[in-house]
């Protein structure tokens, strides 16, 4: 009993106390594990961040219009907008640094398949590729590809470290996948996997939600927590003991990501920059992206509630919108700019609210799921260190080379299986086109380079893919494909696969 007084004084200090409501009912086991879950609890870390929240949420109304400002001229480029010469020299700058072995590459892999449907991580999810390869698996074979292109570009034997930052509900599944699979051909030594941390889920009036008698709800911290889980896991001195200086940094979810691309490397390299970020241009002015921009001086990612109408419509003097820098979560970092970060920046970064529908324990102890929203969630977000970096790059792709999430269900009109599917397909259809090769019917009359779309039982795009094993991002493909007519579906595959083993 003196343990219960202990405790619950500890939680109404806090305002927490209701968190013992169903102590009296409880088993020793549950007791104890309810007791070891709220004594890990930092209670006035969590109010404090509650507090700052509220406050952020009463100024969510106020826009930023007065106080951004476009990007400086000198910090851009662009992949369309470059010399085939510039292009190059980026890649072999970028290619200089992965074959030295100075650079990894970091998945953000957090993420649940909630909104696709399935209970598993996203990254295992297939989108219904002929080879069935899912998320992870088409990753893992690009960093095992751009290994080997590094490996022939320096003259020696290259390893990229890949970190994978985990959420409590991805870990364990994702570690099992992985060995399930044999690591994808890469070698398990080289991944390093580690856990990123959690908040507990509060009320609107800053209570931390029961989940059951014995638990309370909670939820990652968001791809921000990665600051917090790099100093815990010691990720930092694994980078040092292997001589990592810079690093990729990417979510789980683009189908189309090129993992450690030398190109945005060795652009980032050129510049001397501290942080980088891979960005798209803003189809138009209403798409509900984050633009990167200016705010008092400094980096910043203006969420587009942030900003008003007659703001995001602004052009410039060529015609394209003022701010048009979209965030596609795609990052380079130097190793010495995350040690800034995490060693003495990371406690001001402020937390962003999430409203969302949390399942919680009723009066009764039982579990209710409801149907309005009912708390946040409290998160970091990965690009608000951008505001410390004195030194910066924005490099901006083709969207349809490099950026296609998987965000939903099929029952979404955007961001879902079948646009994922259909962007990687249209990629390796053009890849094929460069590379000398043509697309037939089975009688052998040729398909149009551009697929029609006014016949509505005709597939679009062409059912074709290209292993990541035989190409990066379409090199090398002329000695497979040049002269030749394919009959779709078409896959190509590298002699180290088999159809089986990917079905």
Known sequence: MAHYEELL?????HGQGHLLDFWTTLSESDR?????????????HIVKSFNNCTEDL????ENLDDRLEPLPKDVLGSVARS???????????GLNAIGGGKVAVLLLAGGQGTRLGVTYPKGMYDVGLPSHKTLYHLQAQRLLKIQEIASK?????????????????????????????????LQPQNIVMFEQSTMPCMTFDGKIILETAFSYAKAPDGNGGLYNALQKARILEDFDTRGVEYLHVYCVDNILVQIADPVFIGFCLSKGAACGAKVVEKKVPTEPVGVICMLNGKYHVAEYSEISLKTAEKRNAEGKLVFNAGGIANHFFTVDFMKLIVREKESELRYHVAKKKIPYCNSEGQLVK???????????????????????AIWEVLREDEFSPLKSGYDAATDNPATCRAALMDLHHRWILKSGGKFVQEDNTNISDIP??????????????????L????????????????VPPVVLWHDAETRQSQL
């Open 58 to 61: 009463r100024r969510s109304n």
């Open 9 to 13: 004084k500890k939680l109404s200090a």
């Open 32 to 44: 104890s594990r309810l007791t070891s879950e709220l004594n890990d609890l930092d209670l006035p």
């Open 153 to 185: 570009h320096s003259g020696k034997d290259c390893i990229v470290p890949w970190y994978i930052m985990m959420s409590e509900q991805t870990k364990e599944p994702t570690e099992q996948f992985f060995k399930k699979h044999g690591y994808f051909g």
């Open 370 to 392: 409801p149907p309005q929203v009912n708390g946040i969630k409290m998160e970091k977000f990965i690009f608000d260190i951008f505001q410390f970096a004195s030194s910066f």
């Open 452 to 469: 029609s779309h006014k016949d509505d039982s005709e597939e679009s795009p062409i059912e074709c893919e290209v292993s990541p094993l």
């Open 83 to 93: 010399e085939t010469e510039t292009l190059d020299r980026y890649r072999t700058e």
């Open 471 to 486: 190409s990066y991002s379409g090199e090398g493909l002329e000695d497979l494909v040049k002269g030749r007519s394919f």
